[in-house]
């Protein structure tokens, strides 16, 4: 996830910098000059950082799995000892029912 971050912004500098040397230096022309610089470099990770962006996607991807089957997993552990806390309390009910009879 840093790598890609780091790559769009060291895109996003060169872009700046480029616009800067075409000559979009005067105060008045700052904000046009971040707000292109931000538009060109969006466009251009778009297409430039489809490996890192992809790899960042699937890393992402396989914690959210993996997270998803852990919480899956405690709560199938949490279903069969509810169960079985189920059958333990049912046992004792017909087993003091007997002994009442």
Do not use: N
């Not at 297409?47 to 790899?55: A, S, V």
């Not at 000892?81 to 087993?95: S, Y």
């Amino acid at each position: 996830m840093l790598k890609y971050s780091i790559l769009r912004l060291g895109l996003f500098a060169a872009c700046l910098g480029l616009l800067w040397l075409v000559g979009l230096r005067s105060p008045d022309q700052q904000i046009l000059l971040v707000a292109l610089a931000a538009l060109i470099s969006m466009g251009l990770s778009f297409f430039l950082l489809r490996g890192p962006r992809d790899e960042v996607s699937a890393r992402i991807t396989e914690k959210l799995e993996k997270r998803i089957d852990r919480k899956q997993g405690a709560a199938a552990g949490d279903a069969d000892h509810d169960a079985a806390d189920e059958d333990a309390e049912a046992q004792a009910a017909e087993a003091a029912e007997e002994q009442t009879r």
